[in-house]
């Protein structure tokens, strides 16, 4: 079946401007998680969403920052007024609800800010 | 000081070497610790996860866990090119659900 699928692979802004990047999990994957991947580095978690839970955001790293998620389908990610460490691959995942260790991750978007 | 800590390599061996990955943490609340082989520009994808202490197979994976220590590790036996990548270790806890820390991941490469 299909994967986890993330739009677009490869997005170049100017600093200042608003992106939104977008997640579509496997089918019938409650659970959904944003990660940020900087250069030679792991993988630093932003939110994650479980069914109609709130969801955890203490990963956001500012108010530029927000998601959504549309019940248990897409979701996706906002970064306002871009900045030049926002620059980085940002990668979701979706696992079924209490299987929270098999995540199955997307291709990432990579985001360069100029 | 990062939760937690992955030996930063490259690592680079040769075919049919054995690997040793490993990874140090800080935060005892940790019960689940996974390991992901990330292909350059791919998404990680999981290799394999263990609950608390002990060790777990999964062909020629090992996965030790060492919670006295606060150490584990992923041992690779009779490494192939193939299994060229970045690893990155990963935990989690006290429920298998939420968010997982992970390590800046090590890059090995294995030459025929």
């Known amino acids: 079946g299909a994967g986890v699928s993330q739009s677009p692979s490869n997005k170049v802004t100017e600093k200042g401007k608003d992106v939104e990047l977008r997640c579509d999990p496997i089918?019938?994957?409650?659970?959904l998680y944003w990660y940020r991947q900087r250069l030679g580095q792991g993988l630093e978690f932003l939110i994650y969403f479980q069914g109609n839970s709130a969801p955890d955001k203490s990963g956001l790293p500012s108010d530029r920052f927000s998601a959504e998620r549309t019940g248990e389908s897409v979701s996706t990610l906002t970064i306002q007024r871009t900045q030049q460490e926002d620059s980085a691959v940002y990668l979701c995942?979706?696992?079924?609800?209490?299987?929270?260790?098999?995540?199955?991750f997307g291709p990432g978007t990579r985001l360069t800010v100029t | 000081q990062k939760e937690v800590e992955q030996d930063p390599g490259p690592l680079s061996v040769p075919e049919g070497a054995i690997v040793s990955l490993n990874c140090t943490y800080s935060?005892?609340?940790?019960?689940?610790f996974m390991w992901y082989r990330q292909y350059s520009r791919k998404g990680p994808e999981l290799l394999m996860y263990?609950?608390?202490?002990g060790n777990k197979e999964d062909g020629r994976f090992t996965a030790q866990v060492d919670k006295s220590s606060k150490y584990i590790s992923l041992f690779i036996r009779d490494s192939q090119p193939s299994d060229s990548a970045t690893y990155l270790c990963?935990?989690?806890?006290?429920?298998?659900?939420?968010?997982?820390?992970f390590g800046d991941g090590t890059t090995l490469t294995v030459k025929p």
């Open positions: 935060n005892s609340a940790f019960q689940y």
């Open positions: 995942a979706s696992s079924l609800a209490g299987r929270g260790l098999e995540q199955y």
């Open positions: 089918s019938g994957h409650t659970a």
């Open positions: 990963a935990m989690k806890g006290p429920t298998n659900a939420g968010k997982s820390t």
């Open positions: 263990t609950y608390s202490s």
